[in-house]
């Protein structure tokens, strides 16, 4: 599959996504904290399998650096809807636990000011229930995200440097910058 294939279907995922955010139906009502719980923290399993599995894909068959971004990007999409989805249900069902939060749009900037580090201030957490699950999105988005751009990157360097390697052994001479050519082989 060609990149403006994958580009393609990466937005097909990305659209389709934000469909199901806005579109999901949330009936009014509270839902208990212990089922609340157990949903977040089956979500953030959920994601941990989804970035293993990416990792796996990484190390197994070693796609090219444009598949690998948009590995990257899928399990990104992913991550930002699942909390999105999150704060906007703590808020929606404990009032307060957020100060500038109150749409699903509003809640979709926080996690994507969240992930990029960025806080600008304008939409925070301000209840403990809020506080912890962006604490846990920062610490998910630091490694479990670092882990998936290290190992997608680390697999392009690994490509980079052994092709570079093997350059030579094919016939190819394409000299070393370190070392100047003798005349025999100009």
């Not at 399993?45 to 690998?68: N, S």
Request: glycine share 12%.
């Amino acid at each position: 599959m060609g990149f403006i294939a994958r580009a393609a279907r990466s937005t097909a995922t990305l659209a389709c996504l934000l469909a199901v955010y806005y579109g999901l139906p949330l009936r009014a009502g509270h839902v208990s904290d212990l089922a609340g719980l157990v949903v977040f923290v089956g979500g953030i399993a959920g994601l941990i399998w989804l970035v293993g599995r990416q990792v796996r894909h990484f190390v197994a068959r070693p796609p090219d650096a444009g598949a690998r971004l948009l590995g990257v990007l899928t399990v990104l999409y992913a991550v930002i809807v699942f909390f999105s989805l999150g704060y906007y249900l703590i808020q929606r069902n404990m009032p307060g636990e957020f100060d500038g939060l109150s749409t699903r749009t509003d809640a979709l900037y926080y996690t994507v000011v969240t992930l990029g580090t960025v806080g600008y201030g304008d939409v925070h957490a301000v209840g403990q229930v809020a506080r912890v699950v962006t604490v846990v999105q920062i610490t998910f988005d630091l490694v479990v995200i670092g882990v998936l751009v290290a190992v997608a990157s680390a697999q392009v360097t690994d490509r980079v440097t052994t092709a570079q390697g093997r350059g030579p052994a094919r016939g190819r001479d394409r000299g070393s910058p370190s070392r100047p050519r003798s005349r025999r082989q100009r």
